[in-house]
C-alpha cells in the first residue's frame, strides 16, 4: 500500500478541488480517495506527501503518431524503415509520459509500430504512457495517410483490412473518411473511403469487440461515417448542424486536434513545412475552430487529442491542446474532463482510468497549481512535480 498525500485534488471530473486529500493506492489501482483528517493510514504504509501541490488523472491524449515526431516535413521520416521507425516511437512515447501524459490512443503508426511498443512497454523492455493502438490505419487506394496504412477498396477489402489489424493486436480501429492535410494530392473536402466500405469496417470491428476511429475533415465524409456507424470522429473540421444532431442522437465523440493546424500556421514556410500543407491548413482552420465551438455548444462529447507527430506537434507538448481548447471558447474544466475522465469513457465502455476514484488505475499527476485555474501550466516541465503510472513512479 502507498499514500499519496497533497494540498489539493482533482479528481476529473469535479468542479472543486478535494482539500488535504489522501489517495490510498493498492497495488497498481487506487484503493481509497478521501480526506487526511478522515482516513487513516495503516502503520507500515509508505506515505508520500505534497503539501503544496495538486493531484489529478494523469492525462490521456486520444489521438498521437507516435512514429512521427513533429518534423517540419513528415515525408523525411515516413519511409523510414521498419527499425528506425519503432526506435522514434518509443523515444517519443518515453518524452511524453515524462511530461505526465500517461495513456495514448495511437490513431496510426506504420509497421504497427505502436502495437509493439504497447508490447514491449507490457513486458518492461521500453517505458512509456499506456498505449491504445490502432495499428496501420485503413485507406484507400492513394487515401490519406497511405504511408502509414493499409491500402483496401471494397467493403470485403475493408473488412478483410480490418481482421488483419486486429490480427495484429490493434485495439481500436482507424479508417479515413477523408482527405487530409500531410498527404500530398488529396483534399481534406474529399470523402475517401465510401459509407459502404465504413459500414463494413464498423460491423467487422464491433464483431470483434472493437471501437471505430475516423479521420474526418470534410461535411460529406463526416456524415457518411457517423451514418456508418464510427465511434469517434477525428478533426470533423467542417460540422455543419446536422450532423451536430446526428452525432449527438447516435452518441458519437468528436476528437478536435487543434495542435496540429495551430502549429502549422505558426511555423509555415519558413520553418520548412511544404506549402502544400500549410496551403490546405489556411484552408480548413477557420471552420475548424469555428466547428469544435458549435460541437461544444451543442453539448457533444468532446475527447483531447493532439496529432502529435505532426509538423512541430512535438511529443511531450501534448498538454498545450488544454491551452488551445481553452482559448477556443471551452470552460477548464470541461477542457481537463476531455483529458481525464471523458478521455477514458472513450476509450473503453468500461473505464479504468481517468478519474481518481476507488478501482481505477492509480495514474496520477503531482502538479505545482490549480489546474482549473491555470491549463497552461504544463508548459513549464518544472511546474510537473511527479508521475505515478499504475501506482509507480516514473518521475
Ligand atoms: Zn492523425
Not at 49 to 72: R, S
Request: charge should be negative; aromatic fraction near 4%.
Amino acid at each position: 500500500m502507498l499514500a499519496l498525500k497533497a494540498g489539493w485534488l482533482f479528481d476529473g471530473w469535479s468542479e472543486t478541488l478535494v482539500e488535504n486529500p489522501i489517495v490510498l493506492i493498492d497495488g497498481e489501482r487506487i484503493h481509497t480517495v478521501g480526506s487526511s483528517d478522515t482516513v487513516s493510514v495503516l502503520q507500515g504504509t509508505a506515505v508520500a506527501d505534497f503539501p503544496n501541490a495538486v493531484l489529478m488523472p494523469g492525462l490521456i491524449d486520444l489521438h498521437v503518431h507516435l512514429t512521427i515526431g513533429g518534423e517540419a516535413d513528415p515525408r523525411s521520416v515516413m519511409r523510414d524503415p521498419e527499425a528506425a521507425q519503432a526506435l522514434r516511437a518509443a523515444a517519443n512515447a518515453r518524452r511524453m509520459l515524462e511530461r505526465g501524459i500517461t495513456s495514448v490512443r495511437s490513431l496510426g503508426a506504420a509497421f504497427d509500430a505502436d502495437i509493439a511498443l504497447r508490447r514491449a512497454i507490457a513486458k518492461g523492455e521500453a517505458v512509456g504512457p499506456r498505449i491504445t493502438a490502432s495499428g496501420r490505419c485503413i485507406t484507400m487506394t492513394g487515401g490519406h495517410g497511405h504511408q502509414m496504412g493499409i491500402e483496401a477498396d471494397g467493403p470485403w477489402a475493408v473488412r478483410q483490412a480490418v481482421r488483419s489489424v486486429i490480427k495484429a493486436g490493434a485495439d481500436v480501429v482507424k479508417l479515413m473518411a477523408t482527405g487530409g492535410v500531410l498527404t500530398e494530392g488529396v483534399e481534406p473536402g474529399s470523402p475517401e473511403l465510401s459509407f459502404e466500405e465504413l459500414q463494413a469496417a464498423v460491423a467487422e470491428a464491433e464483431n470483434a469487440g472493437r471501437r471505430t476511429a475516423a479521420h474526418a475533415q470534410g461535411t460529406v465524409g463526416i456524415r457518411q461515417a457517423v451514418t456508418a456507424g464510427i465511434h469517434s470522429i477525428e478533426h470533423g473540421c467542417f460540422l455543419d448542424d446536422a450532423v451536430i444532431d446526428q452525432m449527438g442522437e447516435n452518441g458519437t465523440v468528436l476528437v478536435p486536434t487543434l495542435s496540429a493546424p495551430l502549429n502549422i500556421l505558426r511555423h509555415g514556410t519558413a520553418a520548412g513545412i511544404p506549402q502544400y500543407v500549410v496551403d490546405k491548413t489556411k484552408y480548413i482552420w477557420e471552420a475548424h475552430q469555428a466547428s469544435f465551438r458549435r460541437a461544444y455548444e451543442a453539448g457533444l462529447t468532446i475527447g483531447m487529442g493532439t496529432d502529435a507527430g505532426t509538423p512541430f506537434n512535438v511529443p511531450g507538448e501534448n498538454a498545450s491542446e488544454l491551452q488551445y481548447m481553452v482559448e477556443a471558447g471551452m470552460k477548464s474544466v470541461d477542457a481537463l474532463r476531455a483529458a481525464t475522465a471523458t478521455a477514458a469513457e472513450i476509450l473503453s465502455p468500461t473505464p479504468d482510468r481517468g478519474l481518481l476514484a476507488p478501482g481505477r488505475l492509480a495514474d496520477i499527476l503531482v502538479i505545482a497549481a490549480n489546474p482549473l485555474e491555470d491549463v497552461t501550466l504544463w508548459s513549464q516541465p518544472e511546474a510537473l512535480l511527479a508521475v505515478f503510472l499504475g501506482g509507480k513512479r516514473v518521475k
